[in-house]
């Protein structure tokens, strides 16, 4: 249902329905909250020319204030499982037809820390929005809201939800709305899951095909030009005693003379000393 993913922990919650329905937003919300048992803990404003005055917004803020310490003070009432109050406030473009939008900031902003109020609600209809700043003011009660449900068409709608820990989680569902509830399914992505499953199958390439640039098979032919064809690093003739053939350069500075002959007298000279008799 879709009450399950209204009616959860986020305290401000948005609706924005781009079907432009504002006729329908307190009844839609009231049913969402009698789905989970918290219709009889619901505030609203006036509406009308009432919301020109202040003094009913500050006297919901003191209701929800008074109200939460007669559920306190009487434990018998199975309404206490559950403290504070569900607000459900005038849609967007009546608030922004008798006040400003800085006095629904904060008004917003007072609902969300009141420890009095449990949930806010707020129903905007982008093309009821007759403001120049319109689009301005949306986003701005976007960035408040933890949760923005927004209704696309009669059967899909998406879910933004923002945890407390700063988590964020963005999908979207399919609708269907019966007499007494309001189902959803989640939509995923890519390919349609209820399609029945599709038996892919991988063809083994024909290497008899002349188009394909690649054949790993040889025929006969190509058998024998294959062992007829001498590579460059292969020996062409069988090897003989080799002789080492130099022949000298130009500027090589060759010399004939055994350039070991001095040593070799000096090592006799050295010798005859050695064995010398001593005199």
């Not at 080492?244 to 070799?264: G, H, S």
Request: aromatic letters at 6%; hydrophobic letters at 35%; a negative charge.
């Amino acid at each position: 249902m879709l009450s399950n993913l209204i009616v959860t922990n986020q305290k401000v919650v948005l609706i924005i329905d781009q079907l432009n329905r504002d006729r329908i937003a307190l009844k839609f919300i009231t049913s969402l909250l009698s789905e989970q048992g918290e219709g009889n803990d619901i505030k609203t404003l006036p509406i009308g020319t009432q919301l020109k005055h202040v003094a009913n917004f500050d006297a919901l803020l003191n209701d929800c204030a008074n109200s939460a310490s007669n559920q306190q003070s009487n434990p018998t009432d199975p309404i206490t499982t559950k403290t504070g109050y569900n607000v459900i406030l005038p849609t967007l473009a009546d608030l922004l037809c008798y006040q400003t939008p800085a006095f629904i900031f904060d008004y917003l902003n007072k609902l969300r820390q009141s420890e009095h109020v449990r949930r806010v609600f707020l129903w905007a209809s982008p093309m009821h929005l007759q403001h120049p700043d319109a689009d301005y003011i949306l986003a701005g009660c976007e960035y408040m809201a933890e949760l923005v449900l927004r209704l696309e068409t009669d059967s899909t709608l998406s879910l933004i939800s923002r945890k407390p820990a700063g988590g964020v989680t963005n999908k979207r569902y399919k609708c269907q709305v019966s007499k007494t509830e309001f189902n959803v399914k989640p939509v995923t992505e890519g390919a349609d899951t209820t399609s029945s499953p599709v038996t892919t199958t991988q063809e083994t390439p024909d290497i008899s095909d002349p188009g394909r640039t690649f054949k790993i098979e040889l025929d006969e032919d190509e058998v024998v030009a294959r062992n007829a064809l001498t590579l460059p690093y292969e020996r062409t003739s069988e090897t003989e005693e080799g002789n080492i053939i130099y022949t000298p350069d130009a500027n090589d500075d060759f010399d004939e003379e055994d350039p070991d002959e001095d040593l070799l007298i000096k090592m006799c000279s050295h010798s005859d000393r050695q064995y010398k008799p001593w005199l």
